[in-house]
């Protein structure tokens, strides 16, 4: 296993129809769990890497209409 987070700046804070796409989304295999931060307007991703890919994730956030401004890189 190879457990990853990735972070999405949003544009917009998330509508309620955001939300409840995203926990459908919540059971998808290979995600450990999401979360959002209301303060920074970010959204973060915990996943498997060998079991979910990033493009994934990318492609359920357009599909759910989730207004992303970009991804966040980690600090080092």
Same mark, same amino acid.
């Given at each position: =296993?190879?457990? =990853?987070?990735?972070? *999405? #700046? $949003?544009? /917009?804070?998330?509508?309620? #129809?955001?939300?409840?796409? %995203?926990?459908?989304?919540?059971?998808? *295999?290979? %995600?450990?769990?999401?979360? !959002? /931060? #209301?303060?920074?307007?970010? &959204?973060? !991703? +915990? *996943?498997?890497?060998?079991? &979910?890919? #990033?493009?994934? &994730?990318?492609?359920? %956030?357009? +599909?759910?209409?989730? @207004?992303? $401004?970009?991804?966040? %890189? @980690?600090?080092?």
């Amino acid at each position: =296993m190879t457990f =990853m987070t990735v972070t *999405y #700046e $949003l544009q /917009d804070r998330l509508k309620p #129809e955001q939300f409840r796409a %995203l926990g459908q989304f919540a059971n998808t *295999y290979g %995600l450990q769990r999401f979360r !959002f /931060d #209301e303060k920074t307007n970010r &959204l973060h !991703f +915990d *996943y498997d890497a060998s079991r &979910l890919r #990033e493009t994934v &994730l990318e492609h359920v %956030l357009r +599909d759910a209409r989730i @207004p992303v $401004l970009r991804r966040v %890189l @980690p600090q080092a």
